[in-house]
């Protein structure tokens, strides 16, 4: 049963024109950070969203939360249409939805004490009948995610990125949500650290029953926590699939160039490894290219590719692939129609 | 733990270690004297004062001497006693002045800066508007409609003040917005107001703390203009600026220190809140302190 679904989801960021430019009627750009995408995640499943910077992961999971609105299509949570929801039942739906920010410094409030940050949701959410038994709740997380329980009075400043990070995932998790997204939540820790924090995410999904949408760019995290991981360029999906698809075969020129830059920690492999670094930069979101958005920087790019954009299909080994060299058929079907 | 045992003197040591230890910050220690000094004399004007300010104790425009430390007036008053009485109103309807300013203008940005769209255009052009005018005419008209008293020329003040509170709000609420911590706010479900008090409103009060030091020096000043042009307040209350305006018409008879005692009040008061708030804005604002 599927606990989040999105359907045909676009959100489209207007750029800002300088005042000659609308006075001149220059027409209305925009930077199309997700550009029609849909998927769903299972309860229970962690969903990999993998991808360079500006494909649109942190837009799409700002959506799927509805802290960003998007602007078309459908967002569904637990068997519900909330993308017209009013603010008030959006906020009553925000217990079961958390999110996990990616800069541990800056998403703590400067001047609120650690305990005060974690009990606001409490606060909001109405759990806990007392002032006491909350802060009793409060104390038992901050020792869940390793923490000790006299952190309570102290302020953000005073601790270090990864004790701040797990005060962040404690503030998230104390509400019990079904469903977290984990925006890069690892990305600004430093090894020793992001090792830890990757341990207690995978303890807590297990203990609390979690459904993580789980962004990142760093695919070797992927390996351990996500059942199923879509791989996004330029506000699209491009591969959709498995670990073992992403990862032992991974069919998209795009994909095979993302493994193929995974660090290997034995040299020998490494250096007999062949790298397929795309040429040339990520293209501007606000004109992307035509037909397949990689087709700029793809080794295989044939003529098709430069007209028609592959849909996303199921492949025979059921994984989702937009891709010309795995779906000629169809796209020359669709040419001729 | 050990470090959560300081005793509270001892903070207050380190405070004021920041606040006076540097260069700059024992100016800013001179400054608070100065505005302790001219409190307690607003304060415990009646103990200090050797007459009362407004009963003729002397004969007209005497010079000072060992009885009267400042001279007299034409009316024969004390002078020393007027200025210590003036600072009364001279501090009341600064603070006064600059705390309506404050209470109006602080919400009025938050909620500007926060929501947005046209609310927050219709606003900023009001405020603009308000803005251009030179401070002292835009008082001098509110104060004209108004009439005299304590109160009203506090709100002509006010209303000089308010856009200034505004802007710095508005300003630092537009980039303080946009902060993961707001965005978390959100994400746990808080409401409007919550995030405008407890998330975004600490976090643009310290800048509102120095304008509204400095504001003080500007606010006195503007009282004092007020009533040196006779729009403040109803005689035969001490008041410094109306003080200043019936000594300047003795000073061909040489009568020198009808003006002149009046006139050293307000600028060693408008010095000392200048200063105090220059330390002030030093203390809290971490890029001027690191470039001395």
């Known amino acids: ?337 | 733990m050990a470090r959560d045992k300081k005793f509270v003197s001892e903070r207050i040591g380190d405070f004021a270690r920041d606040l006076f230890g540097s260069g700059t910050g024992r100016l800013t220690l001179i400054g608070s004297f100065i505005l302790i000094f001219y409190v307690i004399l607003a304060v415990f004007a009646p103990y200090i004062a050797p007459y009362d300010p407004i009963e003729r104790v002397g004969l007209s425009l005497e010079p000072p001497s060992k009885d009267f430390w400042f001279g007299t007036d034409n009316l024969g008053r004390d002078i020393l006693s007027r200025v210590i009485y003036g600072s009364r109103i001279a501090l009341s309807i600064s603070f006064l002045g600059v705390a309506v300013a404050f209470i109006i203008g602080v919400p009025l940005g938050l909620i500007s800066g926060y929501v947005g769209g046209w609310l927050d255009r219709v606003l900023t052009l009001i405020m603009d508007a308000m803005y251009v005018f030179p401070g002292l005419i835009l008082a001098i008209a509110v104060a004209a409609v108004l009439g005299p008293g304590i109160v009203n020329i506090s709100i002509s003040i006010a209303v000089v003040y308010t856009p200034t509170y505004f802007r710095v709000i508005r300003n630092q609420v537009a980039a303080v917005k946009d902060e993961m911590y707001v965005e978390a706010a959100r994400a746990l479900g808080a409401k409007r107001w919550e995030i405008i008090l407890k998330y975004i409103f600490p976090n643009v009060l310290p800048s509102v703390v120095v304008v509204l030091s400095m504001n003080l020096a500007d606010a006195l000043m503007t009282e004092a203009g007020l009533s040196f042009l006779g729009l403040g307040i109803a005689p035969p209350t001490p008041d410094w600026g109306f003080d200043l305006n019936s000594g300047q018409r003795f000073v061909l008879s040489r009568a020198w220190w009808g003006i002149v005692f009046p006139g050293l009040a307000i600028v060693f008061a408008a010095l000392g809140f200048s200063i105090f708030s220059e330390g002030i804005n030093e203390l809290l604002n971490p890029t001027i302190r690191e470039r001395r």
């Open chain 1, 1 to 337: 049963m599927s606990l989040v679904r999105l359907q045909d989801i676009r959100k489209y960021f207007p750029v800002k024109r300088s005042i000659g430019e609308v006075l001149l009627r220059t027409s209305q750009s925009f930077v199309k950070a997700v550009d029609g995408i849909s998927f769903e995640i299972k309860a229970g499943e962690t969903f990999g969203l993998v991808g360079e910077s500006g494909s649109g992961k942190t837009t799409t999971g700002r959506i799927v939360l509805r802290l960003i609105e998007p602007t078309e299509g459908t967002i569904e949570f637990d068997g519900k249409d909330i993308t017209k929801l009013g603010s008030d039942e959006m906020r009553k739906l925000r217990k079961d939805m958390q999110i996990i920010f990616q800069d541990p410094m800056a998403a703590l409030n400067p001047y609120m004490k650690i305990g005060d940050a974690i009990k606001h949701g409490l606060d909001i959410h109405n759990i806990g009948n007392t002032q006491s038994e909350r802060k009793k709740l409060i104390c038992e997380m901050l020792e869940r995610v390793n923490l000790q329980a006299d952190l309570y009075d102290r302020y953000p400043h005073e601790l270090s990125g990864g004790q701040r990070q797990r005060i962040v995932i404690a503030r998230a998790l104390i509400l019990r949500p079904k469903f977290v997204v984990a925006d890069e939540a690892l990305a600004m820790l430093d090894v020793s650290v992001r090792s830890q924090l990757l341990q207690l995410l995978i303890e807590l999904k297990k203990e609390m029953n979690l459904t993580f949408l789980f962004i990142t760019h760093d695919l070797a995290t992927t390996k351990y926590m996500c059942n199923r991981i879509g791989v996004m360029y330029l506000g699209k999906f491009v591969e959709i699939g498995t670990y073992q698809h992403i990862y032992e075969s991974p069919m998209h020129p795009y994909t095979k160039a993302l493994i193929s830059a995974i660090p290997e920690p034995d040299p020998k492999i490494m250096e007999s490894k062949k790298r397929l670094i795309p040429e040339g930069e990520v293209p501007n979101p606000i004109n992307p290219p035509s037909g397949c958005r990689f087709h700029p920087r793809c080794p295989y790019v044939m003529d098709v590719c430069k007209n028609v954009e592959p849909p996303l299909v199921k492949s025979p080994d059921d994984r989702l692939i937009a891709c010309h060299l795995y779906t000629e058929k169809s796209a020359v079907q669709q040419q001729d129609s």
